[in-house]
């Protein structure tokens, strides 16, 4: 299906534009760029700016190599750093004064150009009692960034007098807004006012930055001065380009980024307009070529969501004609009968076009991490038994319910952990022999275990944790860490032990999903609004639809993960537990949701927590219903696409 992806199978995705994001092809990338700079002795910092800071492209670049990640948002910085990226986070936008603390406090280096700021820097710096590094921008003619040459030696000595910053380099950024080509002459000036400064006030100088994607062709003509030691690539490594020339780069991929969105009318229509023609939506007065009677495509994505001049059919017998507000408008007269409506049009993006899709809410990024489709990576994850571990009364009280003989029914082989209580090597061990470990435990702080298991075998997972309790509260981390009330938090490296902080790297905030949500300490909704989890409350249940919810939230928990970690303790659900609530799940609500988590083949772990051996007949049996739901098996029946 080269050129667009098929109607309304397999992964149901929403009616409007999605921008997929392959993962493995900016690894790749990143690679090519990596080791072409490495062979020239230059360090790269990746930038994510056109990715908006999205943490899986960031993790996809430190994958191929990256040590370094520039960002020009503290907004994405943040992102970055509460997903766990702790590499070397570089801010590239000259910072506002106002921002001053919060950049000492969240980025290693800042780049610079200005005193005033720089003197607010050395303040906010010392104050604090940390040193913040600055490279020093040199505006070699492009002018945007950058301090004049003249007044680099009055500034600089200014600058080595001030506590709490440190000069650790120099660079320039060209080809951004005047277009100046990075050349073996304005990269020479730019290594000699670096050995002027280093000789003038005795410094060394760590970084000589030279500029971003445009210097790449200058690299590869091997014309560029060795002195120059540092490079900030974002479209490279993004879009497989350089930027001189916008020529593919060799070795990288243009298409990591695809848009694609669905076909909502598809006519045979003249190819001018009838009548006096004025000025469009936009004020602009178009002339048309009369070519007769063409077929004509309308697309539902529009100005309001992408830079529409940036877009580019893969399909090349497709023409774009235009586009108002909401409507892109295709020629594909070409395409014969190929196309058919509900299709979506794939369309490979330029770097306005992918910072505008990335910008745009209405855009529904999917990440993508193997080659081939999602279908292809849901095979792929079919496992063929359970391996069931926890506390032994627990696991006894379920057995006794009938919960081999369920798992059995339908398909699965049932191991039994040796051990009496989970370790996180034991869940690795299984998952490591192709089965889904079930957990089952009185309290959330064998859901740690299990995160931990599970990290030792995936490099990124999404956790969706059913229960009307966030894990969030600061009022448990005071006591045994990941004891029920903070888990979670521990988990996403709020806490102090250094054995869960290390889960950051595997498990988002962006990546957890908190389903049933219906009480919350003042101190712990506040945690949780700044975390980036994303939290279900039963109103948002309640006005959604469960079904709409689990779908998002699987959503939210895949996007760039390799699976799916399912924490579910019974009092989530309405009317069932001891915590007696009529306000939680429903009973089919509760199903509906484990057989849609069934049918996305995503779930790698599952824990069910909260209940002690003695609980009633009752909470068992009903609770393993929902597991065996979870696992596959029908009872409601249906088909949901997710
Ligand atoms: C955006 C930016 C870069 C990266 O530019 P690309 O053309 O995407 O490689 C490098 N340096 C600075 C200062 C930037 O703002």
Redesign the pocket.
Known sequence: MPGKLPAGQGFKIMSGPVLTIDLEKIEKNARAIVSLCREHNIKV?G?T??ACGMPQVARAMIRGGIQEI?E?RLENIHRLRASGINCTLIL??IPPLSEVDEIVASVDIS?NSELSVIKALSGAADRRGIVHKIIL?LDLGDL??GIWPDDLMPMAREIIELPGVRIVGI?T?L??YGGVIPTRDNMGALVEYARALEARYSVKLRYI?G????SLPLLASGKMPEAINH????????LGRE?VHRNPWPGTFQDAFLLSSELIELKEKPSLPIGEIGENAFGVKNTFEDRGNIIRGILNIGREDVNIEGLRPVDRRLAILGASSNHLLLDVTAAGTSLKLGDRPLFEVN?AALLSAMNSADVQKKVLLTEGSAEHALHALHASGVSLSGERGVIEAFKKRGLEKGLEAIGYQVFEAEETIASASGVKLALSKNRIPLILGRDHSISLTGFLGLSGQLDAFGLIWFDSKAGFSPSGMEQKEGQGRSALAAALGYGMSPAFRELKAHLSPENTVIIGLREVEPQEEELLAHSRVRAFTMGNIDELGIKEVVHQGLRIAASGTRGIYVSFRPAVVANLTEEESMEGLTFRETHLAMEMIAQSGLMKVMDVVGLEPGDPDRVFRKTLEFILSAFGKKILGKIYHV
């Open positions: 910092a930038v700016k056109a520039g020009s590239l936008r780049l921008m945007r960034e660079g950024n080809t951004c930055s500029g971003n994607s445009s490079l900030r690539i974002g479209e490279a490594i993004l930027t770097y």
